[in-house]
């Protein structure tokens, strides 16, 4: 770990890319500001993003996450947030649909760069699902396995509803899958990770444009 202002260690955040971590920031100051322009000590090149969308303060051993009035918003763990909000080990930070931001906190163990996180695994041919080594019983359906693969292949990003039909029913058009059969196998999808995780939320919907997966 870095060393903060006042001389103690400093917590991080870390951008993941397909499972491996790509880019990571210490936050070894009062405030820890990100948005798009290239003033801020975390630049998030995307037009989502406000010129100063956010910032982590730091006030003695505790890190909170403030929106600064940006356009779309800043999500906490797939939420909306109104108010600062404290910040604790592995919380998901998003300021865009395709930027998400995990906190590791000063007194967690460090991830070093292209450390490979597993907490989920997948068996194409049993469609059998593990969560940290526990296996769900009974296997996935088709429909579930592949919506799954799809989210897990880059997990924090957010796919879209073109790109969920083309995964989970390939062939078909797009047009004759609805909206409430995407919805339906969200919910089923959620409830069968619920048996082996049920406080966390491994599915995230991000209003307006699909699903992304979050990972515990």
């Known amino acids: 770990m870095s060393i903060t202002e006042n001389g103690s260690e400093s917590a991080l955040l870390v951008r993941f890319?397909?499972?491996i971590i790509r880019q990571q920031w210490t936050l070894n100051k009062t405030v820890v500001r990100i948005g798009r322009w290239p003033d801020n000590d975390v630049v998030v090149e995307d037009r989502w993003v406000?010129?100063?969308?956010?910032?982590?303060?730091?006030?003695?051993l505790t890190y909170t996450i403030h929106d600064l009035g940006s356009k779309n918003g800043t999500y906490l763990n797939g939420r909306l947030i109104s108010a600062p909000h404290p910040l604790v080990d592995g919380d998901q930070i998003s300021v865009a649909p395709l930027h998400v931001l995990t906190f590791v906190d000063y007194a967690a163990t460090a991830p070093l760069p292209g450390q490979r996180v597993r907490p989920l695994e997948l068996t194409p041919e049993t469609r059998d699902l593990r969560v940290r080594g526990e296996r769900l019983d009974p296997p996935l359906s088709q429909?579930?396995?592949d919506f799954l693969a799809l989210l897990l292949s880059e997990p924090g990003r957010a796919y879209n509803r073109d790109e969920v039909i083309h995964a989970v029913w390939p062939g078909e058009e797009a047009s004759g899958i609805s909206d409430d059969a995407i919805n339906a196998l969200v919910?089923?999808?959620r409830l069968r990770l619920r048996e082996l995780q049920p406080k966390h939320d491994f599915i995230v919907t991000v209003r307006g444009y699909g699903f992304r997966l979050e990972l515990p």
């Open 17 to 19: 890319e397909g499972g």
């Open 143 to 145: 429909v579930q396995y």
């Open 50 to 60: 406000s010129r100063y969308h956010a910032e982590v303060r730091r006030e003695g």
């Open 187 to 189: 919910h089923r999808l």
